[in-house]
């Protein structure tokens, strides 16, 4: 029995230009769709077969008749899919095209498994329609093959009636309509009111032209840990609904519009006044029905009056009967006199404070949802967006804002105050302190500190609990601002750098490692650009690529200024500038040899940003990384964004014809989501088998931001608490939730040096993962049974697996790497170079561990004892790094139980 189509579209809304055959499917049948790459790698179709059985089972939990499986026919993953799931029981409704050989294949199919469960719609009527179409639009006479509109309708029709999309597919969007990745972003961008939400799942597989496969950039934009792997399966609703800036008409026409309140309403309470009351006083002298009747004047001026609010308007005999029409043009002539009032004051007392009545207001009436954001610019405009959208009354204080985005903010009722946020009286005066969250998210670094302290003094007085968002470029300033101590203990502190956040999450998601056989391979890193961002990832690559003494890394830089550009970054970092003569504080021996170990010489270069296209495709850098067995990743991070994707436009263009190992990422920080699509789908068709992924986008980290979201940092409070041995193995085992409330707890007094140690630690978790049998995947499916997360347990404990005693020391290594980078770029050296002939090494060791002011005072001075190699450290302190490998599973364990992961 056919169901009617009509019921389906109040849930979906339909796509355009694609038909809806929900009329097809069997009434009370929920529809699973598929879509994949043809040229699957035939060495994997077993596995792949295994795994889309498994899924199906998922979904279906066994009562097959109450789904139906909705394909095309093609050769590769279509035929498997639909093979899989005719072996199970599984009804199919197979979407056939013209032209591409989809008869013979549902003939072989007929013969297999019979007709009772095979069922297949042509869409040749549907192709042809859309063909005419484009033929009619473009003048053009009619298309009749040798094009990709078949692929737009069946990947269209698929997408309109899924309610659980599965897609075999590599990662990759090749710009080509209809392909797999177009599956996929219509699924995503099909928003709608009345749009039914869906279940997308990818199983990652390689394909003919890509075997370095990877997580789909739309099922992880809102990650914070590592995607799945190869072979493994990645989940997430669809659609995604976009935070583009749309007002309801309502709002935008009505409440936030000035013009509406000033002009519109006045005008209509005059025509309602004018005309009831005329009619209400013919009425009353019941003379309405006489053309020419004198009193119809007298009447006419008699409603004028009303609109004065004089006598006239309570001039009603009580003996007269009384007329409702004239009462109610009373009311409006009252109601137009009101508004007049109303508006002339607000006029007479000036914008400010206007706005400040509007925060005396707030402070009675919605003092929970109140925010403040210092600073008008394009991020805080889309955070102020965001917020609004979460219900919250903004203000925004700025000492002279954009008038444009003024004006934009006015519409969507923000409210921008001019003035300066570090005059304590202006704060006061605005009632900045009855804000429950404040963003301190202004250019300078300083006047937000400033800021800062100001509202510090006035916290001291409030009792509520209150959040503050401070945004500091500079690691000095974030740590002074660490070390402030506010008055008021209900104040939580937190320092955010966009920039830092950026690049963390883009190397958690997109490791430089796709394979854990990738981990030993000769690495070439190409960052193009040197601003802002650029800085701040080739800092965090420095932290997160510390390997093995045997790890071959070169990164190449192309900045505008080169030789300018290398200057001011070692001097900021001169842990990195190999320069004997000048840099003689890192030629002690000590110093030297863990410098030597941690940042080889000549692992960066910098070259110029070419500008000449000549200069552009023959540098000689850029020849002798472009080889096929060097793993490749490219980062344009240039500040414009335009100019970024014209520089990845050419460089891809010079590797187009050849095959590397590459993976190529490009900033992109435009406010416009479609904007930042468009680009990114031109340059994926350029080269449509290697990942061109573009990240940096500010409405994601707007929104992150509004809603508090802090859960990237939920990983480095567990590694702080197992540090801190406040429980003990089992208890983390058996109480995840208490454990997770309580590092949260310990999180929010800890210091900003340790927080940003134990972030630095937690990223670099899953770099040690890459050496592994294990990745995040398997290790969330091994803790759902007993037998094997203990098999798990023991693998990451050296005592309990002495086999892989070898792979424990070399992860318990990396991690020494890795502190040792972070200290010496954060400004360590080694104590033992220090006056080396007041005390021997083991006399300072022995006070180091013993004498805790001892500790503290040469912590200050950055000195630090254990700032050697791995082989050179004592027992005690090789046993901390074998503890955080150790820790490993339990901290999964937490933030699986959790439902973080």
Known sequence: MARSKFPYIFYRKRLRDFPLLSHFIPRGKKVIAHSGHRHLVDGELQHI??????????????????FILVSGIADGADSLVVTTALEMGLKVLLLLLP????????????????????????????????????????????????????????????????????????????????????VVNMAMEAAGKRCKSGNLYQLIVSRAENDAPLCGAALQRQRYFPPPDKMEWAATCFPQFTYKSRIPWWKRNVVYN????????????????????????????????????????????????????????????????????LDIARFSGLFFFINAFVV???????????????????????????????????????????????????????????????????????RVVSGSPQSSTFLRRNRAVNAHTIYLLEESDADNIRTLQELDLMWAKQSRRKHCYVHLKDDRAAEFVGKLNPLSGRVVVRRLNFHEIISRKLLIRYPIYRESQDAWKPTEILLFGFGDMGRQLLVTLLHTIQLNNNHHVNITVFAQSATEAE?????????????????????????????????????????????????????????????????????????????????????????????????IFCYCNLADESEFENISHMLNRQLPYTPVIFFG????????????????????????????NMKDKTYWRNHPVDIMRLARQEWETLSYTYKESNRRAADHIWVKLRYTSYSLQKIKQALTANDTSEILFEYFSMEANPACRGLFELLSKTEQHRWCAEKLLNGFLPLQDYDPDIEDVETRIARWNSERGYKTRYQSQKLHIDLVPYDKLSDAEKSKDRSQINGIPYFIHVLAQNNIL
């Open 49 to 66: 077969a295994h795994a889309v059985e498994e899924k199906l089972q998922d979904i279906t939990k066994g009562n097959y008749k109450d």
């Open 99 to 182: 032209e591409d050989g989809d008869a013979g294949r549902v003939k072989t199919l007929a013969d297999r498994f019979g007709t009772a469960f095979i069922a297949t719609v042509s869409l040749s009527p549907y192709i042809t329609e859309a063909r005419n179409r484009k033929a009619a639009g473009s003048g053009m006479q009619k298309i009749a093959g040798g094009d990709n509109i078949p692929y737009q309708i069946l990947a269209g029709s698929l997408v309109n009636i899924a309610e659980h999309l599965i897609v075999l597919w590599d990662g990759v969007d090749t710009g080509k309509e209809g392909g797999t990745a177009d």
């Open 258 to 325: 000035e013009n509406f309140w000033r002009f519109v309403l006045p005008l209509f309470f005059v025509l309602l006044t004018v005309s009831f009351g005329t009619w209400g006083f013919i009425l009353r002298e019941e003379a309405g029905y006489v053309p020419d009747y004198p009193g119809y004047r007298h009447a006419f001026f008699s409603a004028v009056n009303l609109l004065t609010f004089n006598s006239s308007a309570d001039d009603t005999d009580k003996s007269e009967k009384v007329v409702v029409i």
């Open 344 to 414: 002339a004051f607000l006029l007479a007392i000036g914008s400010n404070n206007k706005n400040l009545l509007r925060f005396f207001f707030w402070h009675w009436f919605s003092r929970d949802r109140i925010c403040m954001i210092s600073g008008l610019n394009s991020i805080t405009y889309l955070l102020a967006i965001t917020l609004k959208k979460e219900h919250q009354n903004v203000m925004i204080i700025d000492k002279a804002p954009d008038p444009n985005l003024k004006t934009e903010a006015a519409k969507r009722g923000i």
């Open 567 to 663: 200057a001011a970054f070692y001097q900021q970092y001169p842990c990195l500038w190999y320069n004997p003569h000048e840099n003689l504080l890192y030629e002690a021996p000590y110093t030297r040899e863990i410098r030597k170990e941690i940042f080889p010489k000549g692992r960066i270069t910098f070259r110029e940003l070419p500008v000449a296209d000549a200069a552009y495709y023959n540098d000689e850098v850029m020849r002798r990384a472009l080889h096929e067995e060097n793993l490749i990743t490219a980062y344009f991070c240039l500040e414009d964004a335009l100019q970024g994707a014209a520089y990845l436009h050419g460089f891809l263009g010079k590797i187009a014809l050849r095959h590397f190992n590459l993976q």
């Open 697 to 724: 986008q500010l409405v994601d980290e707007c929104r992150a931001l509004a809603k508090g979201n802090a859960a990237i940092d939920d990983l480095p409070a567990l590694i702080n608490l197992w540090y801190a």
